[in-house]
């Protein structure tokens, strides 16, 4: 089972920028990060393929960029313009070449106005 450990977040002002990073233990397919806000559905925020190839929610399109580190292993959250509906546990997701999907530990993102 691969681990993922998710860092990056933090307390921002409206319009400001965080970068959230997961590392992966070990080589994984696609990776995705999804966010969860208090009395809401987990939603997917952005997937990106091992070669490279993004995904995002209309929500964050132009304003948050995804991308990876083949070599470490590692998935990048490159968030901007950040809104107070940005405000959320942002979790890493990550397709193994075998078994199940996995998933980080989440890392809080709030966004003040």
């Known amino acids: 089972q691969v681990q993922l450990v998710e860092s990056g977040g933090g307390l921002v002002q409206a319009g400001g920028s965080l970068t959230l990073s997961c590392a992966a233990s070990?080589?994984?397919?696609?990776m995705r990060w999804y966010r969860q806000a208090p009395g809401k559905q987990r939603e997917l925020v952005a997937s990106i393929t091992r070669g490279a190839n993004t995904n995002y929610a209309d929500s964050v399109k132009g304003r948050f960029t995804i991308s990876r580190d083949n070599v470490k292993n590692t998935v990048y959250l490159q968030m901007s313009s950040l809104k107070p509906e940005d405000t959320a546990v942002y979790y890493c997701?990550?397709?193994?070449?075998?078994?199940?999907?996995?998933w980080g530990q989440g890392t809080q993102v709030t966004v003040s106005s």
């Open positions: 997701n990550a397709d193994q070449w075998l078994g199940p999907q996995a």
């Open positions: 070990g080589s994984i397919n696609t």
